[in-house]
T-cell receptor
């Protein structure tokens, strides 16, 4: 069964450093998303991406965050200058047909120290 | 704004039915979902229901939607230990590009 692949599975970074979280969505999917889950809290929406542009973003997704789909297969989330409160599990998801439900990756656990 | 609320824990005995409840605030929700998250894994879509439906059944899973009360439930028949996980209720509203998730209900299944 097709799956969404995220790398790395764990990332530890120093505060102020840039990180890039990588995702390979399902190949024929058109809609792409990043969510995050701080330990024990809700799964929070960050950004949605369709037709090579951001469709919607949350208040969390400020100027420190950016997304790219550079080569038609990878979908990346960049955090320019990480803060301690960015520590969370980051999930990538893709969707083939609008509103029929997402396929999530296994997540990248980001720890900012 | 949009919000989805769920109880945090549910404990059942193996073989019993589990009912996980969810309430949502956005009356323009068009699709509602149940996702399952096992330890260390991403969220897995279990089922979804359109807002013009009252019920959907899929093997051991039954989804009930009360649109008037904005209440969604997931019933798992003959619950097994492998059903132990966190279950997330989620909604998307008309014209939206994001799905809103609840905090998840942790289901414990006792043998």
């Amino acid at each position: 069964e097709p799956e969404v692949t995220q790398t790395p599975s764990h990332q530890v970074t120093q505060m102020g450093q840039e990180v890039i979280l990588r995702c390979v969505p399902i190949s024929n999917h058109l809609y792409f998303y990043w969510y995050r889950q701080i330990l024990g809290q809700k799964v929070e929406f960050l950004v949605s991406f369709y037709n090579n542009e951001i469709s919607e973003k949350s208040e969390i997704f400020d100027d420190q965050f950016s997304v790219e789909r550079p080569d038609g297969s990878n979908f990346t989330l960049k955090i320019r200058s990480t803060k301690l409160e960015d520590s969370a599990m980051y999930f990538c998801a893709s969707e083939g047909q609008s509103n029929y439900g997402y396929t999530f990756g296994s997540g990248t656990r980001l720890t900012v120290v | 704004g949009e919000d989805v609320e769920q109880s945090l824990f549910l404990s059942v005995r193996e073989g019993d039915s589990s009912v996980i409840n969810c309430t949502y605030t956005d009356s323009s929700s068009t699709y509602l979902y149940w996702y399952k998250q096992e330890p260390g894994a991403g969220l897995q879509l279990l089922t979804y229901i359109f807002s013009n439906m009252d019920m959907k059944q899929d093997q051991r899973l039954t989804v009930l939607l009360n649109k008037k009360d904005k209440h969604l439930s997931l019933r798992i028949a003959d619950t097994q230990t492998g059903d132990s996980a966190i279950y997330f209720c989620a909604e998307i509203y008309t014209g939206g590009f994001k799905t809103i998730f609840g905090a998840g209900t942790r289901l414990f299944v006792k043998a």
